[in-house]
């Protein structure tokens, strides 16, 4: 089915190769990926780039912080089309006015600096960037990990808010030129696997050994020409969990018909590798062999084909039972009670989102179904298209009356069930989702507190087939229907009659609508001559999640107020921790008056003279874990940190690329162990970094600390900070990017 390949490989004759008349030098210059980063690369050096993308995207959970970090950074107009879209918005009354709040806000930012406003329930993020903003060649930058258009000839990556806010005031986005691997495509796929199979099954063979770490995945092959676009596009947006850093695929007359069809067509180009392009590796994937996958919890990468599964299901779901009860003791978790009457039986049933929502895969649910019922016990199906004009073209062919006729319900455009704000399941319940994640709490339980809901991610086809089968899992594989095509007419007069289309027309006399909740951030404070953090956290999982970091769900409801959603930070994984870090930080604005606080003073009596180094030694917590931040790139998982004190994240390895910049843009120090080090510390131990300002100032990327244990004893410990840019050194050292310009526009 897959099969990845460690070697480099050239693409000669578009058949992989191992060896090819030019040096690998010379044929990664034949990437299509090579060929887009250098054309948006302003460094002059193809090593080390500096992008400038072509438009950028955000929804409404970040872009109001993204917006007031630009304008308090000195922003006057957008200087590219910039899209605002209102599909996070999370219907839930705990908020109060803070939804609507938070999109009147981004109407009027829309006016003032000549914005792109996409209102709520008129499209997700991503539909709306592949409807009207994607082009063949483009690069686009979205605040969302699932920002990936690469099935439309477009490199687009999904980075913090502070990324964004950089090329609103004109930066670039930083990095070294990155590993590019080829996703080669044979055979075509059988009826009844969607393309939430393929992508699960790439996901399981990447995920866990890192194959694919903050590359480039380059897809080409002549299995490529079997799929349509919205099967191209569902796989493309779950390239996000296998960690890798964009992606970029090889277009054809079915991309350019996708362009017409959105009367676009001068977006559309022919993007082929070259004659032997050279790849640092490679994955194979047979089309033909891909089954029908499920995905159990807490990780798409958690995967099996369904047939599998069902053979094995008592195994499995214990698995994820005692799983469950390693993470959340408090939770009572017994999916085991889902086995019974000859099968293994699901509560509710949800298409959604970016990855499921698609025209496709919604008329493909609709011929498995049709003329047949979902039931009516427990089990439920809730399909959520991913843009009214999909809802409007699923009407007019009949689909939607197809699905409503079965039992199914029809739900408006959002992105809730993939972040925990809609259809959450009940206790102990089990969700089949065609949406992008199940990790723990992202269908919205609360397992800390005892409540405790399973997602497991399966393709529409085969959600389908389960409701067919009364909420019995079934792979589409094993129900007989003939799928029905459809040509995908886009009406953008919808778009026409509802959006504000600003980009060139800012208004500088319009005044920023400003809800109460709505607030600036707080003042950080430039890195000291010296550092002492204390342990706040200790997270010792493998992978450590930004869901877990700063959970999603009813928290985004207080997105644009940083002090009360940094309440939240790590609360359902180190309840703790909050008190913990305000704790420390209430000790650093005593030091910052002049105060002497005897704890800290102690502390720092163990490394040297105490009353001396208190003058030049801040004080904050910290948050270890092995790896961290896999997941969402929503930047308040590191600015929540920040906003509490917190000055360093310790590591083996950052899971992202986007959770590491994120800390740096918060001024949060990225500091890393040698693997095998061993670190045996706990909560309320401290580590004490000397001369931690002149070792960033000077590059030095090697840093001797100590450990101060609470019980008085002192170790030594050799941190790292390497591969820091010259504009990333300077953001630490003033203490967050929204210092380092305003110190430049001094």
Avoid at 2 to 8: A, D, N, P, R
Avoid at 98 to 127: C, M, R, T, W
Wanted: aromatic share 8%; proline share 6%.
């Amino acid at each position: 089915m897959i099969t990845v390949h460690k070697e480099g490989v050239f693409l000669r004759a578009g058949v992989p190769c191992s060896s090819a008349p030019v040096s690998p030098e010379e044929g990664r210059q034949e990437t299509m990926a090579y060929r887009i980063l250098q054309s948006h690369n302003t460094s002059g050096d193809p090593d080390q780039l500096k992008i400038r993308f072509d438009a950028l995207i955000s929804h409404d959970i970040t872009y109001v912080g993204i917006i007031q970090q630009a304008r308090a950074s000195g922003m006057k107009a957008f200087p590219v089309p910039y899209a605002l879209t209102n599909c996070h918005n999370s219907l839930c009354a705990v908020g109060g006015t803070i939804n609507e709040d938070d999109h009147q806000f981004g109407l009027s930012a829309a006016k003032k600096y000549g914005g792109i406003y996409v209102p709520a329930n008129q499209s997700v993020i991503h539909s709306y960037a592949r409807e009207q903003m994607a082009g063949c060649g483009k690069m686009i930058l979205g605040s969302d990990s699932h920002t990936r258009y690469g099935a439309l000839g477009t490199m687009a990556v999904g980075e913090g808010g502070p990324e964004l806010a950089k090329q609103l005031l004109c930066n670039t986005w930083d990095i070294p030129y990155p590993k590019v691997v080829l996703v080669y495509l044979t055979g075509v796929p059988k009826r009844g696997v969607g393309p939430h199979d393929v992508a699960i099954a790439l996901v399981k063979a990447t995920f866990a050994s890192g194959f694919v770490n903050n590359c480039v995945l380059e897809f080409a092959g002549p299995g490529i020409a079997s799929l349509p676009i919205d099967y191209r596009n569902g796989i493309d947006v779950m390239t996000t969990e296998t960690t890798c850093l964009s992606s970029i695929w090889e277009t054809d007359e079915v991309t350019e018909g996708f362009y017409k069809a959105h009367q676009r067509p001068e977006d559309y180009q022919p993007l082929h590798p070259g004659e032997n392009a050279w790849y640092d590796k490679y994955i194979e994937i047979d089309l033909s062999a891909v089954e029908p996958m499920i995905a159990l919890p807490f990780h798409p990468s958690n995967a099996w084909t369904i047939h599998e599964f069902l053979e094995n299901a008592e195994e499995i779901l214990t698995q994820v039972e005692q799983d469950a009860q390693k993470r959340y003791p408090k939770a009572h978790v017994k999916l085991t009670d889902k086995i019974h009457d000859g099968g293994v039986w699901a509560d509710q049933g949800v298409i959604a989102g970016c990855a499921g929502g698609l025209f496709d895969n919604i008329t493909e649910a609709a011929d498995i179904l049709r003329g047949g019922s979902t039931g009516n016990g427990t089990f439920t199906l809730d399909v959520y298209p991913t843009s009214v004009p999909v809802s409007l073209e699923l009407t007019k062919i009949g689909a939607t009356a197809d699905l409503l006729e079965t039992g199914a319900v029809i739900k408006p455009s959002f992105c809730g069930p993939c972040f925990g704000a809609g259809d959450v399941p009940a206790n102990n319940g089990l969700s089949l989702r065609h949406t992008t994640r199940n990790f723990p709490n992202r269908e919205g339980s609360k397992p800390a507190e005892g409540q405790f809901a399973g997602v497991c991610l399966m393709d529409a086809r085969s959600i389908a087939a389960t409701a067919l089968n009364g909420g019995k899992i079934t792979a589409a594989t094993d129900v007989d229907y003939t799928p029905v095509h459809h040509d995908y007419h886009f009406a953008k007069s919808v778009y026409d009659r509802r959006l504000y289309y600003g980009f060139g027309k800012a208004d500088p006399s319009v005044e920023l609508v400003m809800g109460p909740n709505i607030t600036d951030w707080p003042k950080m404070q430039p890195l000291a001559e010296n550092l002492l953090v204390e342990l706040a956290a200790v997270l010792r999982d493998e992978v450590t999640t930004t869901d877990e970091l700063i959970p999603s769900g009813e928290t985004s409801s207080y997105r644009s107020n940083p002090l009360r959603l940094a309440e939240f930070t790590l609360s359902r994984r180190e309840p703790a921790y909050v008190g913990r870090a305000k704790a420390a930080a209430a000790l650093e604005a005593q030091r910052l008056e002049g105060q002497a606080p005897e704890t800290l003073k102690a502390l720092l009596d163990k490394v040297g003279d105490g009353d001396a180094l208190l003058k030049t030694t801040q004080f904050g917590s910290c948050v270890f874990a092995n790896r961290p931040g896999d997941g969402s790139a929503r930047e308040q998982a590191a600015s929540c940190q920040k906003v509490l004190g917190g000055f360093a994240n310790i590591c083996y390895e950052f899971a992202t690329k986007r959770y590491r910049s994120n800390c740096i843009n918060w001024g949060i120090l990225p500091f890393t162990l040698d693997q095998g080090t061993d670190f045996p510390y706990e909560n309320g131990d401290c580590v004490f970094v000397p001369g931690i300002r002149e070792a960033i100032a000077s590059g030095r990327e090697d840093i001797p600390a100590k450990v101060i244990r609470k019980n008085g004893d002192v170790a030594d410990l050799l941190l790292h900070v390497r591969g820091l840019t010259a504009d990333e050194k300077e953001i630490i050292l003033d203490g967050c990017l929204m210092n380092y310009y305003a110190k430049r526009a001094e």
